[in-house]
């Protein structure tokens, strides 16, 4: 038998204690980005205000332009798994009708709407990019429900012919909401506020190269849903009170007796200390990561659909090539000294590439291991097999140091 936590008062009371713990030790950027995630909660649950989920990459600079709350499900599911507020979640979502065998971000989110934890939202928005999963849950979720189901098909063509037909879906995707939600801003105040956080985080960008043990890595897999932020105003200020934290931190460490490594995929979103666990135990810095990145396209008043077009296709995701070429720009910027993939269960985004990661670390003489399990579900992480894993990357990565 499930048995739930208390549902809404739970999940708002977790986000205030974590606003309250990160001011008390003057992280101001982390308490800020959290208070802004207590702000949507309450206002879809005790203030009843309508909301759209979306799927992580729908821009959120034209989301921000509507008078409506937005959900990106990935970051609200995130918060779920952290706080385990259901055990075995991707059982619990079976139970209650969620199709086997896909990804338990959308598991985890289909039980907080079935379990009354979050109220049902007024519609579903999704791009075909970057995860197949998503979409379908989006799509699935907005027939159930019978709710508008607004849809960004992202075909393989070239890519001239790419940008102009997805600019086209924006500007569609724009009209659309128009007839639904009223605007509460403007696209030059938007375009505004996402470059000048996209100028800050390229500032950030190129401290870390220059200083990667000054960064606390978690901070980065924390804070990268920001990339859903652009756009508001909020986000410029929590950029800069993270670079200032950045900043006055200055660690020295010995770069040829510590092994930098390189992190890909996500992490187990339960187990807050595994980062740090591995670093002690391998006596090693994980100083890289690819998911705090938001590309360098900036916006523009006049192509507004255009720019958020050109900034997925060339995202390092958007193709295979373009992710290992961003991989191994990563590992040389860094000096990595080995390389760690944390393959997702039932992801079909990242995984499949490791193959000809691993191929390619091959030849640069770069360790790479491969960890197996759920970041969402505790009850497919086996971290006993892991660490078994990690004592042999160790004796290769001190090996090769």
Same mark, same amino acid.
């Given at each position: ?13 977790? @986000?205030?204690?974590? %606003? ?31 909301? $759209? &989920? ?13 008078? %409506? ?32 065998? *896909?990804? !338990?971000?959308?598991?985890? +989110? ?11 939202? &007024?519609? +579903? ?13 989006? *799509? ?8 508008? +189901? ?12 790419? @940008? ?8 569609? $995707? ?12 403007? /696209? ?18 190129? +401290? ?27 986000? %410029? ?13 200055? %660690? ?10 390189? #992190?890909?995929?996500?992490?187990? $979103? ?32 006049? *192509? ?15 193709? #295979? ?8 720009? !990563? ?7 080995? /390389?760690?993939?944390?393959?997702? *269960? ?40 892991? #660490?078994?894993?990690?004592? $042999? ?9």
């Amino acid at each position: 038998m499930f048995q739930n936590k208390k549902p809404m008062n739970g999940l708002l009371s977790k @986000l205030d204690l974590a %606003v309250r713990f990160h001011e008390s030790r003057d992280e101001h950027y982390m308490a800020h980005y959290l208070r802004n995630q207590y702000d949507v909660l309450k206002n879809i649950t005790e203030c009843k205000k309508e909301y $759209l &989920v979306a799927s992580y990459y729908v821009p959120g600079e034209l989301l921000e332009l509507f008078d %409506v709350q937005t959900v990106y499900m990935e970051r609200f599911a995130g918060l779920a798994a952290a706080w385990r507020l259901f055990e075995n979640p991707a059982e619990k979502a079976e139970a209650q009708g969620f199709p086997s065998g *896909r990804c !338990s971000y959308q598991a985890l +989110f289909h039980s907080l709407i079935e379990s009354e934890i979050i109220p049902k939202p &007024v519609g +579903f928005a999704a791009l075909s990019f970057a995860c197949k999963d998503a979409w379908t849950y989006c *799509r699935d979720a907005a027939e159930q429900y019978k709710l508008p +189901f607004y849809y960004i098909d992202i075909p393989k063509t070239n890519e001239k012919d790419q @940008l102009t037909y997805l600019a086209r879906q924006f500007e569609k $995707l724009y009209e659309q909401l128009k007839t639904t939600f009223p605007l509460k801003t403007n /696209i030059e105040k938007v375009v505004t506020a996402s470059n000048e956080a996209q100028e800050i985080k390229h500032e950030i960008d190129a +401290f870390k190269i220059k200083n990667p043990e000054s960064v606390n890595i978690i901070d980065s897999f924390k804070l990268f849903p920001l990339y859903n932020d652009l756009g508001k105003e909020s986000t %410029v200020q929590i950029l800069k009170d993270y670079k200032d934290k950045i900043e006055e931190t200055n %660690v020295a460490v010995d770069r040829h007796n510590i092994a930098r490594i390189l #992190w890909l995929g996500i992490v187990p $979103l339960y187990k807050n200390s595994l980062l740090k666990d591995i670093e002690n135990k391998l006596d090693c810095r994980i100083v890289g990561e690819e998911m705090f990145d938001f590309g360098t396209v900036k916006l523009s008043n006049n *192509r507004f659909f255009e720019d958020l077009a050109r900034r997925i296709i060339s995202s390092r995701f958007f193709t #295979w090539e373009s992710r290992m070429e961003a991989i191994f720009k !990563s590992a040389r910027d860094f000096d990595i000294k080995g /390389i760690v993939h944390f393959s997702h *269960r039932n992801c079909g985004f990242l995984p499949p590439l490791v193959p000809q990661i691993r191929k390619k670390a091959e030849e640069e003489k770069t360790p790479l291991i491969e960890i197996q399990g759920d970041v969402v579900d505790p009850a497919y992480f086996d971290e006993q097999q892991m #660490w078994e894993r990690l004592d $042999l990357f160790h004796e290769q990565l001190h090996r090769r140091t």
